[in-house]
């Protein structure tokens, strides 16, 4: 396994890999790897002949407000595994290389990042296609794996991609959780011991709308819905503040009114809860 | 000579191309193409394997108030031209194509975008980077040749070439001139007989601050230079409207205002006037 830490140094290896015709499997990540990003990667090493993994803590896609300096870094750690998990090339760099001075020029998806994370995090999304679209044009991936945890981020990434004939091919990888089934994330760290104990009752208000809607056939309000899992979650202490709970089309991501006009049709249901300065997101998706 | 169609054959083509080592060069125009867009032709069969020109009027970069509808359309002549210059491949998509329905990804360029041409032509440039970045992403060339007529065009796409790190090298040739210095344009076509007989007019204003500033070292006021090249401009009756005279910094395009903070710089000049409907751009650049 090799480090690469300049962006010249990365490109000129993967177009001589084009030449070669080596298949490249691309896992873009901030790093802190848990066993999330190890399904994605043990996914990319099974159909690439390349692994390449972005080690890479995106400044553009933190709001001022937000948890950049305290994001959680162990490269050490994340070299150890991405070695353990057959990576072939850790793509490394520095601020100063991905943002030089002057830098200007962004990659917008409009539409698909007006509501849920966009909504409370303006500016995130324009930070996330611009990395993931520079990061595609220096590993010229064949394809590239991100996980179903961000729903949104995914429907937006493969969005540009398609809209851009960008020529890799975008994977989205279920979830992967604890054995209580709290989603794997980075920011999973944070929580104290009593967060943690709470943390699962997010899926559990998930699974309780997919019971509802896919086994039940449930097909009134869904305000009623809205309002159950609601409760359920702020029946937990710690969860001091749900930012939303959401009802969208799977592709375009439209918010869902009234399931009368879902029929046939694939339902993001997700969201997005405080415990204390933790915020933590989860979804699920649900076939009608 | 083939023409491809398709997004799909077209980059399936160029990765193949690719696989097999093959140098592509790409020209890529809005057709109705005159000895400018030869030239880059040219340009690009000296230096390629694989010469790939795309023809496509990219209604993105017109404004709802300009001229789409009638601007010229030739492709039965474009296609003669093209197979005289030796090209390999046009690319000749059709807008359902380029911006299928719900289309909303765009590749935005800030601060260089916002004088100029940009000013006069709000969203233009957003139309012009983002068609420009999907060909770079369809034809994966090594090099793309652009003109130095249009120069904030050839600036902005360097500058995203740039940031996105775009694997693809941005070439920008000298603008060719009728043999009284009028700049080619495929909109010169629109000129009356009179209009014609002053369009040359906008070289000598600019002929003449290039020979203020470099053979005679002209030091003082820029106003001085602007007001002489728009009495020059104005005393050619059918010139109805100077949009602006302009000195940039050639690299960042940020306006000059004085002399004295130009020095052992780059300097575009660089003008838009209308004759009646038809508005016509021109520049040149002084080495101070």
Redesign the interface.
């Known amino acids: 396994m090799k480090i690469l830490r300049t962006?010249a140094s990365a490109?000129k290896l993967t177009?001589q890999l084009?030449?070669k015709?080596k298949v490249i499997g691309f896992v873009p990540t901030m790093g802190y790897l848990h066993n999330g990003h190890l399904s994605l990667i043990r996914e990319a090493r099974k159909k690439a002949d390349i692994v390449f993994v972005s080690i890479y803590v995106n400044p553009l896609q933190f709001a001022p407000n937000e948890d950049l300096s305290r994001y959680p870094r162990d490269f050490i750690r994340d070299e150890m595994l991405c070695r353990k998990g057959g990576v072939d090339y850790i793509f490394y760099p520095s601020n100063e290389m991905m943002y030089p001075e002057?830098?200007?020029?962004?990659?917008?998806?409009?539409?698909?990042t007006d509501g849920l994370e966009g909504k409370i995090r303006p500016g995130h999304f324009k930070g996330v296609?611009?990395i993931v679209?520079?990061l595609l044009?220096?590993v010229?991936p064949h394809f590239s794996v991100f996980g179903q945890k961000d729903a949104q981020q995914a429907a937006v990434i493969s969005?540009?991609v398609r809209?851009?004939?960008?020529?890799t091919k975008i994977k989205v990888l279920q979830t992967v959780r604890e054995a209580d089934g709290l989603a794997m994330s980075s920011r999973n760290v944070y929580l104290t011991k009593e967060q943690r104990e709470d943390a699962p009752f997010l899926y559990r208000a998930l699974q309780f709308a997919k019971r509802k809607l896919e086994l039940e056939n449930y097909n009134k309000d869904i305000a009623f819905l809205h309002g159950q899992m609601s409760k359920l979650i702020k029946s937990r202490k710690t969860a001091t503040k749900i930012d939303y709970i959401s009802f969208n089309d799977y592709e375009?991501l439209r918010e869902i009114s009234s399931l009368k006009n879902a029929k046939n049709s694939k339902i993001l249901v997700s969201l997005a809860v405080r415990f204390g300065k933790v915020r933590l997101i989860d979804n699920i998706v649900i076939k009608r």
């Open positions: 962006i490109q177009t084009r030449i015709n002057g830098y200007s020029t962004y990659a917008i998806v409009e539409k698909l296609t611009t679209l520079k044009n220096i010229q969005k540009m809209d851009l004939n960008v020529n375009t």
